[in-house]
């Protein structure tokens, strides 16, 4: 047997794929093209993607997960849709959101520029100052900005500065600042150019697509991979234990074999399951990484309307809250809305508002039915709006964190993570047998170095753990 396993080859190894996510069909795709044969993916929903899904919803479709393209220069999801006419540019239109108090007052153009300059100003950009948190670093900085500044009314920049902490903790994917590293946030590679390319009216599945060569109006088609994913095949077990193949227990008692596989699942899934996956127990220093990165919750909302209910030269607000509201809102059953930052309008989609949560209210806010998330986010458009909001048409809000598949939306490295040491080079680190072979691959934007949290850090890690096997088998047909 042992033998048989030295003389498998690209034609004949067989590979298994965890996810149906952008990593694992990056992966997947890579291998075909590098001239694998037997390549196929396992994946726990009943659809592929991951936590890019792309659904209909107004006059076209929205994303329930990823929908933006952040940054050109070094993204590879940019680069390998630039030429296509797929993506289209944001420019300053997100810039122009309102700013709006609990008592119904619209911050001046003018105070909300200084205010948000001081802020965006006062986030870490010396890689000499790599300890401590963002929030206290960016808390320290906002106000020494501020000295310098116009002068501007204390109460108001203090309800900013809470603002957009909860805007950056929707990028971190963070319950809140002060447990970001701000090591990580200085290791994480800025893509230049337009941070929020958008999909135009087809979603962020039309990248799928391209990245599976499938054609792009046909739902059903996969492409490179037609025939190679099975759906709802939700794994029990990886059992790691012989030299000589991987077996893989499904939830249905289905037992496959393979000589490799590739696990592209959620940070979250491997917080929750690693110790009953797999067999034996992965090394300390992969559990170390899973315990200490941080796998966060942000989620969405989206309201159809007849017609766009805001007044024409309003995008969307930010909310900041009074003390004393945000008090009397602590201690009531709508506590949670006070994580929900602000709402815009959906672009390409006209008659449509996007709204954001993050953290443990967004958690929290998945218990709850839909009808009484709708019914709090209209008390908090009273609360603020100085216009009437009608009720919409359709409302759909997201659950990540309720969904064993996902457990969250996306990982971040915290000042825990640094105390122990670990990062997502260790989770990157496969599992090897005796003779150097890769038995378990793990991949997925947690395993990133440098574009955690991110489609084009999640597309990066499947490649690159195509690019081991490729090597593996190149190199061994050179001896």
Known sequence: MINSINRRTKQTARIVIIGAGPSGIAAATRLLEQGFKNVSILEAEDRIGGRIC???????????????????????????????????RTGDVMKAMN?????????????AFILAAAFEGSLPTSPNETNGSLGDHLTNNYWNALSMSPPVDQTIAKEMLETGKKLRCSFTASDN?????????????????????????????????????????????????????RLNK??????????????????????????????????????????????????????????????????????????????????????????????ELRGSERFWLESVFGFHRVLHQPRLLQGWIIGEHARYMETLTEEEVLEGLQWLFRKFLPFNMPQPQRFLRTQWNSNPSFRGSYSSRTNYTDELRTGPWDL??????????????????????THFSSVHGAVEAGWREADRLNEYYSSRNKL
């Open 99 to 111: 700013f709006v108090r609990s008592n119904k007052e619209v911050l001046s153009n003018e105070n």
């Open 428 to 449: 990157a680190t496969p599992l090897l047998d005796q003779s150097g072979r890769p038995k378990v691959q793990f991949a997925g934007e947690a395993s990133s170095n």
């Open 234 to 327: 939700r794994l029990a077990e990886i059992n790691y234990a012989s030299d000589i193949q991987v077996k893989l227990r499904c939830n249905d008692g289905e037992v496959l074999t393979a000589d490799h596989v590739i696990c592209t699942v959620s940070l979250g899934v491997l917080k929750e399951q690693h110790s009953q996956l797999f067999v034996p127990a992965l090394p300390e220093a992969k559990v170390r990484a899973i315990k200490g990165l941080k796998m966060g919750t942000v989620n969405k909302f989206y309201f159809e309307y007849a017609t766009q209910p805001l007044p024409d030269d309003w995008i969307g607000a930010n909310f900041l809250w009074l003390e004393k509201d945000l008090d």
């Open 177 to 229: 600042l002060f447990e970001v590293s701000k090591r990580a946030h200085l290791e994480f590679e800025m893509s230049d150019g337009e941070f929020l390319l958008n999909w135009k009216d087809k979603g962020y599945r039309s990248f799928l697509k391209l990245l599976m060569k499938a054609k792009p109006n046909a739902v059903d088609d996969l492409g490179l991979l037609n025939g190679r994913v």
């Open 54 to 88: 792309t659904v209909p919803f107004g006059d076209s479709v929205v994303d329930k997960g990823a929908q933006w393209c952040h940054g050109e220069t070094g993204n590879v999801v940019y680069q390998l849709v630039k030429d296509l006419n797929v993506l289209d």
